[in-house]
């Protein structure tokens, strides 16, 4: 395949499962592929130095977006391809991408489908179009300090879409276990309370906390994710939780600090009555 004027950046942490496939999914047809790696303990950086053209350590930072740019800004050239570790590029993507780049584009910003694969099916019914600007001009993006708002358009920014395909889409393969999906919910979430909260935001009311949770399962019955079996049902009610604890936390991270104090008072309270009745 001829190769594309493309840097496909790539942040990595702990990937050896995944990392490979995305690897061999970008080396026949990426000009150039550089991974940033945030000090991973297993195979990592042994299977990103067989793929790709760079590899480049990186400290491990909550904002992981943030280490992206430093991949980005070492990139040669001008089109810059975004890839997690848990994402493949089918042939049929990575031919339209390379024959978009050599007709000269004018569009600074395509939005690439994605496929999810989640629990170890397709979620049909998931939003997978129109996708996400994973393929831009390298001054066409900002990137934000905000966990899973990292890259966002510059004001102006020309941004086309691809077709609604399959063939044409990302195919992303996320947790392959429950625990998985309840480690990193629980992780991420109180990343997004903190920021928050240094952001200034207040703590949410109960009246906030709901509808906003609630339209996950919303978009389950409106999208009828029942196609997706329990798969489908699993992920509407973690993507409520995701919503409903991310803003939970941003009360308990304030009201945690004092919670220990106010509970041994309380047990002092209901010891010191064994003293009274001696």
Not at 39 to 45: C, G, V, W, Y
Not at 154 to 163: D, K, S
Not at 200 to 224: C, D, E, M, N, T
Request: include cysteine.
């Amino acid at each position: 395949m001829e190769r594309a004027p493309v840097t496909a950046v790539l942040i990595t942490l702990n990937e050896e499962h995944n990392l490979e496939y995305a690897l061999r999914s970008l080396r026949p047809w990426c000009d150039e592929i550089i991974v940033v790696d945030m000090l991973s303990e297993d195979r990592t950086p042994e299977i990103a130095a067989r793929y790709a053209d760079l590899v480049l350590p990186h400290d491990r930072i909550e904002a992981f977006d943030q280490a992206r740019r430093t991949g980005i800004e070492r990139a040669r050239n001008e089109w810059i391809l975004v890839l997690d570790a848990d994402e493949v590029i089918p042939p049929r993507l990575a031919a339209w991408i390379t024959d978009w780049l050599r007709q000269g584009p004018d569009h600074d910003i395509a939005r690439v489908p994605r496929v999810n694969v989640f629990l170890g099916r397709w979620l049909r019914s998931s939003n997978w179009w129109p996708g996400r600007p994973r393929l831009f001009r390298r001054r066409s993006m900002r990137i934000s300090a905000q966990l899973h708002r990292g890259l966002q358009p510059v004001p102006g920014a020309r941004v086309m879409r691809l077709p609604k395909h399959p063939q044409l889409s990302m195919w992303h393969f996320s947790y392959g276990s429950l625990e998985s999906l309840t480690h990193k919910t629980n992780r991420y979430t109180t990343i997004e309370a903190r920021q928050a909260i240094s952001r200034g935001r207040p703590r949410p009311k109960p009246r906030h906390l709901f509808p906003r949770a609630l339209r996950p399962l919303w978009s389950y019955v409106r999208r009828r994710g029942y196609r997706d079996g329990l798969a489908g049902l699993t992920y509407a009610i973690d993507r409520a939780y995701y919503r409903y604890l991310a803003m939970a936390k941003r009360w308990d991270e304030r009201e945690a600090p004092g919670r220990q104090a106010r509970y041994d008072r309380m047990r002092e309270g209901i010891v010191r009555g064994y003293e009274t009745t001696d």
